[in-house]
């Protein structure tokens, strides 16, 4: 493989269930209802920018369940394409995380394979203070630890901002982001949320046609650069409830489609307290 393509995570809200309260930094932040799923996205290619990646298929599956204390994430992609410099290659990304409900707690684990080789694991766990300041503590690839700048979200949090701040009629949201995918800490983060409007596609599925629908796009910047060119970006086909049915992946070299082939909805927890009332993590 030319390099790694690195598979950014991110939340795919599919049911108005319940309340995730923001970090207090975003406060003026409209409620976002987010909910547990199941889903599966089918990948092909649409174009390599320098020719070098002659075919591209694969498929992700993304599932994540609110317990009582934490949103738990589990995320998996897979690719195979064929280069024109390495031929026939297997790429496989497998992501584990547990977010704590008011978005200030994240344990994480991150393994990238290509035709069956590790090429790095990535683990350890993040916390964050009110302003959204913290640090990170690596078990791997190296044993550190780093601090996190003031304003960082963990995925969970970042999306339910992204969804919040659409729905508030905001058309872009920067904030640093930091999901446990890279080894050197958070990432900058620029989001354009454009063409929201309250008449949904007739070809949306059934339980979304009553619902206002855009776009979301977001490029993730590395922080120890002083250029504008994104590490990479996604785009997104968004409805109100967080429903994503259409990516577009942009890894640099080439660019990918993703179509929502399932989705199931588990049942949510039933719990002693509403997620208000959990107990808050302290830094």
């Not at 969970?156 to 050197?184: C, K, R, V, W, Y």
């Not at 968004?238 to 909805?265: K, P, Q, T, W």
Request: charged share 15%.
């Amino acid at each position: 493989m030319a390099r790694t393509h690195r598979i950014p995570t991110f939340c795919l809200l599919l049911a108005s269930c319940f309340f995730l309260p923001l970090p207090s930094a975003h406060a003026s932040s409209q409620p976002v209802s987010l909910a547990s799923q199941n889903v599966r996205y089918s990948l092909d290619l649409v174009e390599s920018s320098d020719g070098s990646t002659t075919d591209a298929t694969g498929s992700m599956t993304y599932s994540v369940r609110r317990t009582c204390t934490a949103w738990e994430t589990v995320q998996k992609l897979e690719i195979q394409s064929t280069t024109r410099k390495h031929g026939p290659e297997f790429m496989l990304s497998d992501y584990v995380a547990s977010e704590s409900l008011d978005g200030r707690h994240l344990t994480f684990r991150t393994q990238e394979r290509v035709n069956g080789r590790i090429l790095q694991t990535v683990s350890g766990q993040a916390q964050l203070n009110r302003d959204g300041s913290g640090s990170v503590t690596y078990d791997r690839p190296l044993a550190k630890k780093l601090s996190l700048p003031a304003g960082t979200m963990f995925p969970m949090a970042h999306t339910g901002a992204l969804i919040s701040a659409a729905m508030a009629s905001q058309n872009e949201l920067t904030t640093p982001l930091f999901d446990g995918t890279l080894p050197d800490g958070a990432q900058d983060s620029y989001a354009t949320l454009v063409g929201w409007t309250t008449t949904p596609s007739p070809s949306s599925l059934p339980s979304l046609r009553a619902l206002p629908t855009g776009h979301i796009h977001v490029a993730y910047y590395d922080r120890s650069q002083q250029d504008m060119i994104p590490t990479y970006t996604i785009g997104m086909h968004s409805y109100a409830n967080g429903v994503v049915d259409r990516l577009d992946l942009d890894f640099g070299d080439f660019r990918m489609n993703g179509i929502l082939r399932a989705l199931e909805l588990p049942p949510e927890p039933t719990c002693a307290h509403p997620p208000e009332t959990i107990s808050r993590v302290t830094p």
